[in-house]
């Protein structure tokens, strides 16, 4: 019967649909399984106690290892946080919680604009702010750039996490008498605190991997961290270099800092999901 | 009456006495200046990015105008500049990762909305998110020493065998090139394309499903007839957001392209994108016109990604995604 | 005096659209007060009028005077935040700080305002203002379970807690028990009782029967007009209201004519 062939078909092509949509899915899933493969794999044979302590070795040495680049990641990260985290926060307090619908409606369109700006050109920019009128390469450079890249991130997910904080919170504060500043930072800030510290730590698990605007801002370094106006080592960056240099030894540390580097991203960012899944749930 | 009591009175009078800064018009009035302040940053931000790269800029565009643009040369020992191998490889690079992005996203992006069992839904699109968490350079890292081999002697000898004499495919073949720097592009763009576009389905109202099923619509009937024409402008959000990010990338494109400043008709020979060239040769320019032109290329591609994104936030609103909001650039 | 609070005049406004005007009314100390009439007359506009709560709506603002504890608490230099620690306010659905305990609830008036560092007068009040609420019988071996833990009918006499520990001179109430079930609404109106020893209240209800029960005055509101503005009909003690009311409006409302 017609409609019977009809049927049959039109279920075919759904079959046949559906088999693509899951094949595709699989197919995403090859790439990110054997990227993490290789990382492990390649990654765990060159990890030792010497490459969490010890400074890269002179070219044609063997051994040696990423103590400094892991320590000048950890020093880039926390100057970023120092500068981009409060103004951040506060950037994303004031969209939320004061009206002023042109200044807002500026603010968060550019912060849209500048978060997707590709980071090498932030790199540019700070190294014309910073890297020339202090006329050299910096770790504090290195952390104004990373600061850029978070501040959009942060003030964004501030503003939606306060957001959601109801409004019944901020009455209840303000007919106690207590003052305006007092009610955002003691109530509404403390409530949306969860929400907050996942977006910190998603913008914090992405800037721990960027390179880019590190390679002339922060430079790099065979030393340990000497100090904030001087280049510094960062883990994303000993790894480019190392990747595209000619030593096999080099190869090796290159894949294990790939997988240290991996692993500090991934704790970052599923930690903070976890996190937000405890503390909002409390405040419905 | 209530006068001779002093007891009620005694504990604000305790707090007046205390509260000090806090109190009242001060603490607001500072706590007002302090927010909008860190506000007006983000503003400055900007307005200082455009003016710094422009003013650095500024001797290569004076020097070389618009042909700027059309010249093919880049010699920094005759300080010569031009920005089209670099226009083209960027181009070229991003179009070809999209093509190869996009069916693939899509696919994703209907079977976590649609098709996929309810249970599947959330770690599975989990595990897609966890391609976008991976750093740059790892990607590129493995893609030099596992992808563009495995490239090189697979995927393009097969293509260069099997089509000879298509200028696509001619020359010689290295592994790193222009088609290895697109595969891990669009492996780089395929979360954030199927992310969005996924968000954009599952905004669909489930009346329109609800009415093609009641019509006896398969599955695939109801997502073509119901779910697609209505999450169409998101979808188009998402790739445009992901040819952004596609067109800033730079780690693990300059780590796969090959680094050769010319354009060549064969998508297996090595090239040159923006982003690249200046994470190679800025670090060591001093103040002149090499320096001045790899600025004006950032302008280049400030302006471009700049375009895109606006362009994007126009379609992306109309489906009222949020995902697309969070989802940025890479390194 | 200390915790009267009379009006003169007062209209209160959502941009251009008046919602009440011209309330004149003289709340008398340590009684209760509760003004009644139908919905949208303008209530619970009116009594954020009182703390200065109606003017946190953006384009919202009051004309006229209020004049509690000798003064005008609208004249230009007075601050809004004192005025609120003076004249408090419990909402009809309770919001206690769902992140707080129980005690740090109660006392976040105090901690705030920055009285952190008497830990002795703390744990005193939030002792003193629970027993005050009738709920600290029911929370005293829990005091650092969060707020947000109890009872729909616990957690508002909790906020009652949290407002009485500020020692206000008035306490404003907008329709506190209209969420709650008639056991706690019980509690509730009982602890009224009680309150008014200490302090004043008024108390915004749709329910005239528990306006009847529990109030000392009432007030009557009405918009006479669908685009009117709400108005004070009648004032007086409750008694008269309810069984000889002077307006015939009042008298409608009473019996059930409409509203």
Partial sequence: MKNGLHHRRRNLKSNFAYALCALATITALIPLILILAYVVFQGAGALNIDFFTQLPKPVGETGGGMGNAIIGSLMLIGIASVVGLPLGILAGTFLAEYRSPRLSWTVRLLADILSGVPSIIIGVFVYTLLVLTMKRFSALAGGVALAILMLPTVARTTEEMLRMVPDSLREASLALGISRWRTIVSIVIKTAGGGIMTGVMLALARIAGETAPLLFTALNSRTWPTGLDKPVASLPVQIYTYAIAPYADWHQQAWAGSLVLVLIVLILSVGSKLYFGRKMRRVR | MPENISEPRSMRKRIAAVTTVGRGHLGDSLFELLVFMAALTIVLLMALLVYKLYQTAEPSISRFGWGFLTSEEWDPVNDVYGAKPFIYGTIVSSLLALLMAIPLSLGIAIYLSQFAPRWLRSPLGFVVELLAAIPSVVYGLWGIFVLAPFLGKTIEPFFADHFPGVPLFAGPIYGVGLFSAAVVLAIMILPTISAISRESMLNVSSEQKEAAQALGATPWETVRMAVLPLARPGIIGAVILGLGRALGETMAVTMLIGNRPEISASIFAPAYTIASVIANEFAEVTAGLHQAALVELALILLAITLLLNLLARLLVQKTGSRAAKTKSRRA | ?259
């Fill in chain 3, 1 to 259: 005096m200390g915790g009267s609070i009379n009006t003169t005049g007062l209209s209160a406004l959502y941009g251009g659209v008046t919602a009440v005007e011209d309330i004149n009314i003289e709340i008398p100390a340590n009684q209760i007060t509760a003004l009644i009439g139908p919905s949208g007359c303008g209530k619970s506009t009116f009594l954020r009028c009182l703390n200065r709560m109606h003017e946190l709506v953006p384009g919202a603002r009051c004309s006229g005077k209020v004049i509690w504890d000798g003064k005008d608490i609208y004249a230009p230099e007075v601050d809004a935040t004192e005025i609120r620690r003076g004249i408090g306010m419990v909402f009809q659905k309770p919001n206690p700080f769902p992140l707080m305990s129980i005690a740090d609830n109660v006392s976040a008036g105090l901690r705030l305002a920055g009285m952190k560092r008497n830990k002795a007068l703390m744990n005193e009040t939030v002792e003193r203002s629970l027993k005050m609420a009738a709920l600290w019988d029911e929370v005293k071996n829990k005091l650092d379970k969060p707020g947000g833990s109890l009872s729909g009918g616990q957690q508002q006499r909790l906020c009652i807690a949290r407002a009485l520990a500020v020692e206000p001179d008035i306490i404003l109430m907008d329709e506190p028990c209209s969420a709650l079930d008639p056991a706690s609404t019980q509690k509730i109106e009982d602890t009224m009782d009680k309150l008014k020893e200490k302090f004043t209240i008024v108390i915004v209800t749709h329910n005239m029967q528990q306006a009847a029960r529990v109030s000392d005055f009432t007030g009557f509101l009405l918009t006479r007009e669908t685009g009117e503005p709400g108005r004070l009909i009648e004032f007086g003690s409750t008694s008269k209201i309810f069984t000889m009311p002077d307006h015939k409006e009042t008298e409608n409302y009473i019996t059930g004519r409409f509203g």
